[in-house]
């Protein structure tokens, strides 16, 4: 059973930086497509950064290329968001998500990602 934890989550003042960790298992780590979501109230979930298998491609949505960064750690089953540069508009919840399965490129649709974590809070203050 695939298990996704984030961790990092928090508030901090805009133009302060965050980051975010997702630990996994259940899975096949090193080779499954990862990725970073986010849902503000009332709004649908977003995607916000994926990663490839094994690390060597990503993609960003286009409200946060520049300031956020993805990447992984194979060797210890995580995968990190790093948020820099916050804006007020950045807070909601952000999860983790996988979708299980290898890719050589990064996933950019929601519907492929088949289990989550619970969530961790990121408020951004003005």
């Known amino acids: 059973q695939v298990q996704l934890v984030e961790s990092g989550g928090g508030l901090v003042q805009a133009g302060n930086s965050l980051k975010l960790s997702c630990a996994a298992s259940?899975?096949?780590?090193?080779?499954?497509?990862m990725g970073w979501f986010r849902q503000a109230p009332g709004k649908e979930r977003e995607i916000v950064a994926s990663?490839?298998?094994?690390?060597?491609?990503?993609f960003y949505a286009d409200s946060v290329k520049g300031r956020f960064t993805i990447s992984r750690d194979n060797a210890k089953n995580t995968v990190y968001l790093q948020m820099d540069s916050l804006k007020p508009e950045d807070t909601a919840v952000y999860y983790c998500g996988t979708t299980g399965r290898y890719s050589s490129v990064p996933i950019r649709s929601i519907r492929d990602f088949r289990s989550w974590g619970q969530g961790t809070q990121v408020t951004v203050s003005s």
């Open positions: 990663i490839s298998g094994f690390g060597g491609m990503a």
């Open positions: 259940g899975l096949t780590f090193s080779n499954s497509a």
